[in-house]
């Protein structure tokens, strides 16, 4: 098992665009393709939760490596909210329905692309879902997540640069 | 002489009740603003770690950010779904450490 890098990200995005994968980054994850400085163990994926982007999700991921059995990819087709995914090059989470966000339509008007690869859902979502899941850890970085956010608009940036001179 | 006296424990008493009130608020104003300086204190650290990923790549920041350990339960399937975020947080209530902050 490797730790996410931006290798793979891109690896990622480069597989889910040839697929035609409806995704955005999100947690803590997403936020660092913003720039926020934190570490985070996994990366977070918020895909569009259909039959179709389902069918799509788990062909990409079978190429980037990850081992699917037949069942595990009828649920992602048939729908789940929540899948783990242990089994292929770094953990990845898919959040289908993250609290604090209607939908994916929703959040995906909202998003942006970083560095002209990464969709990420937009810092108001992210910190939305961590308000609106409330566990320990979500309550113990909003407030330095929020002060991020309110650090990028007091500069007037939608994220930190991502290759400064 | 009794009325002299009367009006010289009023005042006494007035002026007590008017130190206390001194006191009293005295102690909040102060202990309110050691808060906001605690605070302005960690937005200032804060934004100072902020400029500082700033200056880097975005390359170089996910190379050091994303870290990688063992998680307790959590990573012991290679494969787990939920039909509901409710039944998620209801394994996770049930099954991981409290440590681990996802309750």
């Known amino acids: ?165 | 002489m009794s009325a002299l006296l009367t009006s010289h424990r009023r005042r006494t008493q007035d002026l007590l009740f008017f130190l206390l009130q001194v006191i009293f608020w005295g102690i909040r104003i102060i202990k309110g603003k050691i808060n906001v300086k605690a605070e302005s204190k960690q937005l200032k650290e804060w934004e100072r770690e902020f400029d500082a990923a700033a200056r880097n790549s975005l390359l170089d920041r996910m190379e050091y950010l994303f870290i990688n350990t063992y998680k307790l339960e959590l990573d012991n399937s290679k494969f787990r779904s939920f039909d509901s975020i409710e039944e998620y947080r209801e394994w996770c209530r049930k099954n991981l450490p409290e440590y681990l902050g996802y309750r």
């Open chain 1, 1 to 165: 098992m490797q730790v996410f890098s931006y290798k793979q990200g891109e690896r990622l995005a480069e597989v889910f665009n040839r697929w035609g994968v409806e995704y955005l980054f999100i947690g803590k994850s997403g936020a660092v393709f913003y720039g926020y400085p934190d570490t985070t163990q996994d990366a977070d994926i918020f895909p569009a939760k259909t039959p179709e982007n389902g069918r799509k999700l788990a062909a990409a991921l079978r190429e980037l490596g990850y081992e699917l059995t037949l069942d595990n990819e009828n649920e992602l087709i048939a729908g789940k909210d929540f899948v783990q995914l242990r089994s292929g090059p770094f953990d990845l989470d898919l959040v289908f329905a993250p609290d604090g966000i209607e939908t994916f339509i929703a959040a995906k008007a909202r998003s942006i692309i970083i560095d002209n690869r990464f969709p990420v859902a937009s810092l108001d979502d992210i910190i939305a879902s961590k308000r609106a899941a409330n566990r320990q850890k979500d309550r113990e970085s909003l407030p330095r997540l929020e002060a991020f956010r309110d650090y990028l608009r007091s500069r007037n940036l939608t994220a930190l640069p991502t290759n400064p001179l």
